[in-house]
């Protein structure tokens, strides 16, 4: 942390006409969340955590080029730990109706796994997204590759091949797999409006790690928004996934989740999000009679966030989750949340 905090620093205390000159911007972001359990089997910390510190660099390079450079220090069991995000070359004006990124970067799959998770619209990752993708997202070193298809309708391909050596949060350098990280997204928007609009995507991600474990992942991701100038009227997320996972004794599992968002904007500060969650392990097996287990997991959350500007962000919530096997409930949590982010310096756009 201490290293985190010099660096900043002397970050910061750059001449600001260089920074000026060059076109460097900077963000700064904290975000910090309390959990306090309300039942007897609730996971909650009940404390404040310092959830993550994030900074983040990025601007053109040159006339072809831009950078981007993105470090965080997290609240991992306790202890602080600083690492590399993003660290990543990219462009839009080296190939028509294309964009490229090289280094390390968020797969750009499904909807949250790109996007840093202090801009996420709801506190916590859903079941599906923290048991595939990680509680945070995964990112990986390698190139991705994205081209505008020339149809009649918007039509955007995006391909990437990373190295693989390890998936998702990990401070190892992992090992080299057998077949490396790859994806794919297609998506399509259909514009309502100059501040309506439907997005819908589809992701596939494949990988075979040095112990022949494969594992192939397939999504779909719907996005809705209905605005009136800058104020959020009604927005709806959802992301449904489906992962095959195979041993070197070809031994199969599979699992399925999804979630859906709604969120409505009472007024151009105040949000109110409901969020249900669904997961199931289609392999469970009973470890006596190897017969499968009927089992899912729901959830549920309703928050409320005030956005005082742009840069401040509180969020309130409430949720609810449990699990069942066979007809009976085998555990439950219940919990009262809050969430406090806010930006210093720039604020990147936002994609839809």
């Known amino acids: 942390m201490r290293n985190l905090i010099l660096v900043t620093l002397s970050l910061l205390s750059l001449p600001i006409q260089a920074m000026d000159t060059?076109?460097?911007e900077v963000s700064l972001s904290g975000d910090m969340v309390y959990s306090q359990g309300l039942n007897e089997t609730s996971g909650a910390n009940e404390k404040l955590k310092m959830r993550g510190a994030e900074m983040s660099f990025f601007a053109p390079i040159d006339h072809r080029f831009d950078g981007n450079l993105t470090a965080a220090a997290h609240d991992e069991n306790g202890e602080t730990v600083f690492e590399l995000h993003e660290l990543y070359l990219a462009s839009t004006k080296m190939i028509p109706r294309s964009r490229f990124k090289i280094g390390q970067y968020f797969l750009g799959i499904g909807r949250i796994n790109h996007i840093h998770q202090h801009d996420w619209p709801f506190i916590e990752a859903p079941k599906v997204h923290e048991t595939f993708l990680d509680e945070e997202g995964v990112f990986d070193a390698?190139?991705?590759y994205g081209y505008l298809l020339p149809t009649d309708f918007y039509l955007d391909l995006t391909v990437g091949l990373t190295s693989g050596h390890r998936f998702g949060h990990a401070h190892t350098s992992?090992?080299?797999?057998?077949?490396?990280?790859h994806?794919?997204?297609?998506?399509?928007?259909?514009?309502f409006?100059?501040?309506n609009g439907l997005l819908f995507s589809l992701s596939y991600l494949g990988r075979t790690d040095e112990q022949k474990n494969q594992t192939k992942l397939t999504g779909a991701e719907i996005v809705a928004k209905w605005r009136e100038g800058k104020r959020l009227i009604y927005q709806i997320i959802s992301e449904a996934?489906?992962?095959?996972?195979k041993d070197r004794l070809e031994s199969v599992s599979e699992q399925v989740g999804l979630y859906v968002f709604n969120q409505y904007g009472f007024s151009s500060d105040f949000l109110l999000g409901l969020r249900l969650d669904a997961f199931k392990d289609l392999s469970k097996r009973n470890a006596i009679t190897n017969k499968k287990i009927n089992?899912?997991?729901?959830?549920?959350?309703?928050?409320?966030?005030?956005?005082?500007?742009?840069?401040?962000?509180?969020?309130?919530?409430?949720s609810h989750s449990f699990t069942r096997e066979e007809g009976?409930?085998?555990?439950?949590?219940?919990?009262?949340?809050?969430q406090f982010v806010f930006i210093l310096g720039a604020h990147p756009a936002h994609s839809f």
């Open 142 to 144: 390698g190139v991705e």
């Open 183 to 191: 994806y794919l997204k297609l998506a399509t928007f259909n514009e």
């Open 295 to 318: 089992n899912i997991d729901y959830g549920s959350s309703l928050e409320l966030t005030w956005n005082s500007s742009e840069f401040v962000k509180t969020r309130l919530g409430l």
């Open 328 to 338: 009976l409930t085998s555990g439950k949590d219940t919990k009262a949340m809050a």
């Open 174 to 181: 992992g090992s080299k797999p057998l077949v490396p990280t």
């Open 193 to 195: 409006s100059s501040t």
């Open 22 to 24: 060059s076109g460097l």
């Open 241 to 245: 996934w489906f992962r095959t996972q």
